[in-house]
C-alpha cells in the first residue's frame, strides 16, 4: 500500500548528512535504514571501539560512512544536517544546545517512525506498570485479529518495518520519559499508567520529569483520545487542562472510564471484567487491566478481554515465576526498577514469608516508602550493588524495637540469590509459604546492560541451585 508520508521521506533524506548519537543494539536497525535510504551516516558514541561487541561494531561500520568514538564524540555536530539523538543523550547538552541553536535537525528515531508511520499508534507510558499494560493492548487487539506491532521501549525497533505496517494494522508503543522529551508528535490514544518520582538521575527534577511524560499528548487533536489514571496524585489533574476525549480508570471511584465496582471492572458503567477471572495477581495488575480496557475497548469485544484476562500470564521479569525448590518460591521482578513498583510487587504477593533481594544502580529517588512497606511485609533483605547502604538506612531509619527486618549484605547476584535461599529455607513451617523475590526498586546499570540480562542472570542461578 502507498505511504506517500514515507515516499517524500525517503526522497528528502537521500544524500543528507546525518548524525546517529549513541550506538546501543536498538539504533544498529536505524542506521542499516537510513544507509539503505541513501543518507551519509556517522555513527557518534561515547565508548571507543574495544568497548563494543565485535560483531555488532562490524555492522555499524558496515553502514556508516564514518564514525566517532571517545569522550569528543558529540564536537562534530556542525557537519551534520540532522542528528538522529538516542534517548538516553540528554538534549540539554551544550554540544546539542547549540547545534539546535544553529538550526540543526535534532530527533530520534521514535519520532521519525512516528511521522512515517500509515496506521493508528497507541502509546503508553508511566512510571509503573507501562510494560504490562503495553503488552496487554497488544495481546488484546492481536487476539481480536488486527495485523498488529509493538515496539518502543520493548519489542523490536520498527523504523526498518515501514514498508511491512499497512493502514489498517495497530501499532502499540511503551514510551520512556526519555524517548517523550524531545517528542514533537502524539500517538492518537495516549495512555499514562501514573506519574511518581523516577529517573531524577537524569531529569533534573519532578516537574521536568512529568514535562516530559506529558509530552505523550502534547499534539494531540480533537480526534484523539487520552487515557489517565484517577487515583494518581499526578495524573489525576492533567484532565482539567486537557481539551478532548479523557477517559479516566479508577479502582477507588465511579468515573467517566474504567473503574472498579464489587470486584467488577466496569467501563462508561457497563460491567466488562470480573476480576477473578484475572490470571496475574496484584490490584496493580487490576489497574494496568483498566488503562487497558479504556485504550482498546472500541476496538476489541468484551470476549477477547475476557479471554485475554484468563490466558494472559504476564510479562518476563515482572514477578516471573522461577521454580519451587525445597519449599521456597523464586520470583523474578527484574523490571521492578523503581520503589514504587517493588511495593507493587510486594503487595502482590499472598500472604507468607518474603525474602527481598534488592539494590542496584541510584536514580536518586528515595527509599522511605519502599521501607516502610518492607517492615510491614518482608521478612528478610538481602541488599547489593550501588544502593545497598542507601536503602539499608532507610530501613534502619524507621525500625524500632518491635518493628524491624533483618538485613545482609551481598557481594553480587550470586552471593544474593544464595543468601536469600538460605534465609528462605531457615523460616520454612508447615504454615507459611516462604518466597524469594528479585525486586531490587533500582535500575540495573551498576552491575548489568539493562534489567533483562539482570533477570536473566539471577533465573539462571536459581535454577542451577
Known amino acids: 500500500m502507498f505511504n506517500a508520508n514515507f515516499e517524500f521521506f525517503k526522497g528528502m533524506i537521500k544524500g543528507k548528512k546525518v548524525a546517529v548519537l549513541g550506538l546501543g543494539i536498538s539504533n544498529v536497525p536505524a542506521i542499516e535504514f537510513l544507509s539503505g535510504l541513501g543518507a551519509v551516516v556517522c555513527g557518534c558514541d561515547r565508548r571507543t571501539e574495544d568497548k563494543f561487541d565485535s560483531k555488532i561494531f562490524n555492522e ?29 543523550i540528554k538534549v540539554s547538552s551544550p554540544q546539542i544546545q547549540k547545534a539546535i541553536k544553529n538550526g540543526k535537525v535534532v530527533t530520534s528515531e521514535m519520532e521519525i517512525f512516528m511521522s512515517l508511520c ?5 502509546g503508553v507510558t508511566g512510571s509503573d506498570g507501562k510494560t504490562t499494560t503495553t ?12 495485523r498488529t506491532h509493538v515496539g518502543g521501549n520493548i519489542g523490536s525497533p520498527l523504523l526498518a518495518s515501514l514498508d511491512d505496517i499497512y493502514e489498517g494494522d ?18 492518537s490514544v495516549s495512555v499514562i499508567t501514573n506519574i511518581t518520582p523516577n529517573h531524577l538521575d537524569y ?8 514535562k516530559a511524560k506529558t509530552n505523550i499528548y502534547k499534539y494531540h487533536d480533537e480526534n484523539c483520545r487520552l487515557v489517565l489514571n484517577a487515583d494518581n496524585d499526578v495524573t489525576c489533574h492533567l484532565q482539567e487542562s486537557y481539551k478532548y476525549t479523557v477517559d479516566m480508570f479508577s479502582r477507588k471511584k465511579e468515573t467517566d472510564g474504567a473503574y472498579l465496582k464489587n470486584g467488577i471492572i466496569h467501563y462508561h458503567g457497563k460491567p466488562i471484567l470480573d476480576t477473578l477471572r484475572i490470571k496475574i495477581k496484584g490490584l ?7 488503562a487497558a480496557i479504556c485504550a482498546t475497548y472500541p476496538f476489541v469485544s468484551e470476549e477477547t478481554i475476557d479471554y485475554v484476562a484468563r490466558h494472559f500470564s504476564g510479562v518476563e521479569h515482572r514477578m516471573e515465576f522461577v521454580r519451587k525448590l525445597d519449599g521456597v518460591s523464586f520470583y523474578n521482578d527484574s523490571i ?12 502482590a504477593q499472598p500472604p507468607g514469608r518474603i525474602v527481598l533481594i534488592a539494590g542496584g544502580y541510584d536514580k536518586n529517588l528515595s527509599y522511605d ?9 518482608v521478612s528478610a533483605v538481602v541488599l547489593v550493588g550501588a544502593t545497598a547502604k542507601k536503602i539499608e538506612a532507610a530501613i534502619n531509619k524507621y525500625s524500632t524495637r518491635d518493628k524491624t527486618v533483618p538485613i545482609v549484605m551481598a557481594e553480587d547476584m550470586e552471593h544474593a540469590a544464595r543468601l536469600g535461599f538460605s534465609l528462605a529455607k531457615g523460616m520454612l513451617d508447615d504454615n507459611h509459604e516462604v518466597s524469594v523475590i528479585l525486586s531490587p526498586a533500582c535500575a540495573s546499570f551498576d552491575m548489568y546492560k539493562n534489567f533483562e540480562e539482570r533477570g536473566n542472570h539471577f533465573k539462571s542461578i536459581v535454577n542451577s541451585l
Not at 561500520?61 to 564536537?75: F, T, V
Not at 531529569?203 to 512529568?210: A, F, P, Q, V
Not at 496493580?284 to 483498566?290: A, I, L
Not at 516508602?369 to 511485609?377: H, T, V, W
Open 118 to 122: 500509515p496506521c493508528k499508534i497507541i
Open 203 to 210: 531529569h533534573k527534577d519532578m516537574e521536568e520529569y512529568t
Open 336 to 347: 521492578g526498577s523503581s520503589p514504587t513498583r517493588t511495593i507493587a510487587g510486594i503487595d
Open 135 to 146: 503488552t496487554l493492548i497488544y495481546e488484546m487487539l492481536k487476539k481480536e485479529g488486527y
Open 284 to 290: 496493580h495488575n487490576v489497574e494496568n487491566y483498566m
Open 170 to 187: 495497530m501499532v502499540v508503543l511503551e514510551l520512556s520519559s526519555f524517548q517523550l522529551q524531545t517528542l514533537r508528535i502524539s500517538p
Open 369 to 377: 516508602e519502599l521501607a516502610k512497606k518492607i517492615l510491614k511485609r
Open 60 to 88: 555499524i561500520k558496515e553502514h556508516c560512512n564514518a564514525l566517532y568514538l571517545g569522550d569528543d564524540y558529540l564536537e562534530h555536530l556542525d557537519e551534520f544536517e540532522i542528528i538522529l539523538k538516542s534517548p538516553g
